[in-house]
């Protein structure tokens, strides 16, 4: 049982930043039993005895959050309220009330837009936790609006080092629009601000990894596929596709250096740390009602069917299903990417580690609808053989296309190995520090 939230308890949990609260009242034992509340949380309290005062207060120095008595003498709360939301509307705004005054209750909220309102007496517990919640909420807007001027600042320094990427961005904006519309059809809740936060959060994950453009969207559109496919409704199938749009946010806080390293190399505090942006990516999404499917399906996205898989090592059917499918098209892109293997993958050879964890790594029903919907896995060619580049002989002819870390195509498919060729693929991966595997037929083979 959790344990019960008590004055002492609040004041310890107050945040360290010194948020400026402003208290209007006529009576002055009020406003001295406000100030002597807030102080002990560590809060910086100004007072003013009337509405007047309260605004003239407000001209002086900006405040976080206003508390105001609702029967005041010359100008009641209700309309000193309204001026606060008017003339200074990122203030947060709470009335305070002894009397049972519906209408005027009912006109502050009208007016003044009010957070919250409290009745006198009041519970100090009651009114220092709904305080904290308000300025909490209101931070959670300043951050959401400081991210998306970070976003903004970003791109226009990406387009002046670049102007060839404007086409790109366009591209991707409409794209990401065209998202946009078919979320908003599916769920009429999703309005219009939910959305751009969510299209931030995207964008400042793959900011910080070149290579991972676009990711967070193929994932999420080949897990919405395999849903559907699997028949989920239409809510679990969003569902699935916003988790899928937001799996890697937890990211946000590794470093570069974690970022760049292949899951298959990281050992000790990097897999660790690694581990950890599951229940991160879950605790950042929580606080939104629309979100928190989709977070708990974030959580579990690293699962294993076997129950070998992180945070909590569940397994088989107590993983939910959207999360399985999260699984399976999560590492099927990043096999693709380079993100799980230290060299990228081609399509076919991704699928067919995708095969062969079914029933251990993925679930196998969801292998089986990945499957319907991208078809069986090819047969390797006859003859074909896996060599590394210092094992090539001339004579070889290459049975798959030659690819470079970045995804460049080196060398096409059927292209026949002489001398001079096997000597460039070598100086290449030495030139990179990487081992190429090549896919051959031996000389008479």
Known sequence: MSEPLTTARIVDEAPAAPWRLLCVDDEPNILSALRRLFRQGGYDVVVAGSGAEGLQRMEEGSFDLVISDMRMPEMDGARFLEQVRRRWPDTVRILLTG?????????????????????????DDDVLLTVRQALERQALEREKLRLEALTRRQNDELRELNASLEAKVEARTAELRRAHDSLAAANEKLKTSFLTSIKVFTNLIELREGALAGHS?????????????????????????LAGLLHDIGKIGLSDHLLAKPVTQMTGDDLGQYRKHPLRGEQSLMALEELRVAAKLVRAHHERFD??????????????????????????????????????????????????GRGRRYDPQVVDAFLALTGSVERAPAGEIAVLASELKPGAVLTRDLVSRDGV?????????????????????????????????????
């Open 307 to 356: 129950g070998k898989g992180y945070p909590d090592g569940v397994s088989g059917l107590e993983i939910p299903i959207g999360a399985r499918i999260l699984a399976l098209a999560n590492d099927y892109d990043g096999l693709q990417l380079g993100l799980l293997t230290p060299r990228r993958l081609p399509p076919e050879e991704a699928k067919k580690l995708i095969v062969e």
């Open 217 to 241: 969207r193929r994932v999420a559109d080949l897990a919405r596929k395999i849903a559907n496919t699997l028949g989920l409704s239409p809510r679990e199938a969003q569902d699935v596709f």
């Open 99 to 123: 009397y049972a005054d519906i209408s005027s209750t009912v006109e502050a909220i009208n007016k003044g837009e009010i957070y919250r309102y409290l009745s006198k007496p009041w519970n």
């Open 409 to 445: 195509l080196l060398l096409a498919a059927d292209y026949l190995l002489d001398a001079r060729l096997i000597r460039q693929i070598q100086e290449h991966e030495a030139s990179e520090g990487v081992r190429l595997t090549v896919y051959i037929r031996p000389p008479g083979g």
